[in-house]
């Protein structure tokens, strides 16, 4: 078991950065594959990017270029840094790790983008 709690959400002009963290209860060193996801109002939930254990990545084609995901295992804490942010990135964001095959969620920081 693991519990992930997130913080780093607000509200940031279009344009502006934010840098979510989650910080796990346990040593993420031995969890795989860990990453965010977000949900916006009244869609489903969505894949923003994954890390594995050895540092390799993923994202989903709207935030590449854009969005960084990282780990810093001695820590125990994920990171998600979120540059030139647009209002289609308003969403809560949850932390995500998935132990044999079992998920684990934070309970999410929201991310609002508006002037």
């Known amino acids: 078991q693991v519990q992930l709690v997130e913080s780093g959400g607000g509200l940031v002009q279009p344009g502006g950065s934010l840098r979510l963290s989650c910080v796990a209860s346990?040593?993420?060193?031995?969890?795989?594959?860990m990453g965010w996801y977000r949900q916006a109002p009244g869609k489903q939930r969505e894949l923003v990017a994954t890390i594995t254990r050895v540092g390799g990545t993923t994202y989903t084609d709207s935030v590449k270029g854009r969005f960084t995901i990282s780990r810093d295992n001695a820590k125990n804490t994920l990171y998600l840094q979120m540059n030139s942010l647009n209002p289609e990135d308003t969403a809560v964001y949850y932390c995500n790790a998935d132990i044999n095959d079992y998920h684990y969620w934070g309970q999410g920081t929201q991310v609002t983008v508006s002037s």
């Open positions: 346990r040593s993420i060193f031995v969890i795989y594959t």
